[in-house]
């Protein structure tokens, strides 16, 4: 084994200067000297200002610490309004403007009006159909009162000759009922209906086809679709 040579050892080595040279040559751009020593252009290094008194570019950038201080913070405050606009989506009396107050008033105003008329106006009809009832239950009674007067008209009208004077009554009485409604029928040679006829007698009638009005002996009153009296007559059927 070669013996070691301390002096050629240390003639191998590379300049000190030329080491620092290639050194500041390859670092990135930015960065500290390998020997700590302060950048050649006269700039600070990153992060010189954390230990300083917080000036310059050290005092702008937060401790991780603060950051994380700071997000939580904004992250409670974004909690705190979704929640007091959940709870609170309703405005309170309390905290509504005199103007909002005032509108609140008119609205509630305006309920209430429109439900007082539709009471009005059911009441309304409700008193137009009950007075239509009684109108009509007076006419009936009156008309009840003077089915005799009126059937014996008829029977003198048919029987017998009338006077000038007695038709004119008995017309005046047929035009006073159809101004309240009230409608005459029962005619012979009509189709014989069980609603509007009550047959007091039937007759076999070799000429008839089918149930017809023979005799009418009392004529038959209604008012509208209601049958105040049915029509009583005497009936031709068909011969079996």
């Known amino acids: 084994m070669a013996e070691f040579n301390?002096?050629?050892y240390l003639n191998d080595l590379p300049d000190?200067?030329?080491?620092?040279d290639k050194t500041a040559a390859s670092a990135p751009a930015g960065s500290?000297?390998?020997d700590g020593t302060a950048p050649a252009d006269g700039q600070a290094a990153p992060g010189a200002g954390d230990a300083g008194d917080g000036s310059e570019t050290g005092a702008s950038v937060p401790a991780d610490g603060d950051a994380q201080t700071e997000q939580d913070a904004a992250a409670g405050a974004d909690s705190g309004d979704k929640s007091q606009s959940e709870s609170g989506s309703e405005p309170t009396e309390d905290t509504l403007t005199p103007l909002g107050k005032a509108k609140q008033e008119a609205a509630e105003y305006l309920e209430?009006?429109?439900?007082e008329r539709a009471e009005f106006i059911n009441y309304r009809n409700r008193a137009a159909k009950e007075q239509e009832r009684f109108r009509q239950h007076g006419i009936i009674d009156v008309l009840t009162a003077l089915l005799p007067a009126l059937d014996d008209i008829d029977r003198i009208r048919e029987h017998s000759e009338m006077d000038d004077s007695f038709k004119a009554v008995?017309?005046?009485?047929?035009?006073?009922?159809?101004?309240f409604g009230v409608e005459k029928f029962g005619e012979k040679g009509e189709d014989f209906d069980p609603t509007?006829?009550?047959?007091?007698l039937h007759k076999p009638d070799p000429t008839a086809d089918k149930e017809i009005v023979d005799t009418v002996v009392e004529a038959g009153y209604r008012i509208g679709d209601r049958?105040?009296?049915a029509a009583r007559v005497v009936v031709a059927s068909p011969q079996a």
């Open 112 to 115: 209430a009006l429109q439900r």
């Open 196 to 200: 509007r006829h009550d047959a007091i």
């Open 6 to 8: 301390k002096d050629d």
């Open 170 to 179: 008995s017309a005046k009485i047929d035009k006073a009922f159809e101004k």
């Open 227 to 229: 049958v105040i009296r």
């Open 16 to 20: 000190a200067d030329d080491f620092a």
């Open 32 to 34: 500290a000297p390998a």
